[in-house]
């Protein structure tokens, strides 16, 4: 499914897009590759516990996480968002993740892992591809 066919089948309403990472600048690079199409509209959190009350108070179409972060691990944070929101497609992002963690990330409902690096036209894509089949 092309963007534009997203788009048309959501009567042009964007998609909401949480995107998780400890490090601002990933954050940055991630939201900027978002808000180039209009597509998507953007929230981002630092951490996992930020993700949990920003998940409680609203509802989104995807999440980003990463996994290795210093105050709560993606592994606890995706555990908890599924929780609440159990259809809620959740993506983790990682550079330095063990197939162990990544493993157990999809056990509590991960539905893809991309691996940083990761370029604009490819980041796009899966995130199109995601919200397109909601994962399920």
Known sequence: ???????????????????????????????DFCLS????????????????HIVEKDDFDLVTID????????????????RQKPHLPVVIITGNATERLISEAGR??????LRKPIGLGQFLEELVDIAGDKCQ
């Open 108 to 113: 509590f409902g991960s539905c893809r892992v």
């Open 37 to 52: 199409s209009p597509l998507f509209t953007v929230t981002t959190a630092a951490g996992g516990e930020e993700a949990i």
């Open 1 to 31: 499914m092309t963007a534009e066919e997203l788009l048309s089948r959501r009567d042009g309403r964007p998609l909401k897009v949480l995107i998780v990472d400890d490090e601002e600048h990933i954050r940055n690079v991630f939201r």
């Open 67 to 82: 996994l290795v972060m210093p105050e709560m691990s993606g592994i606890d944070a995706i555990e908890t968002i599924r």
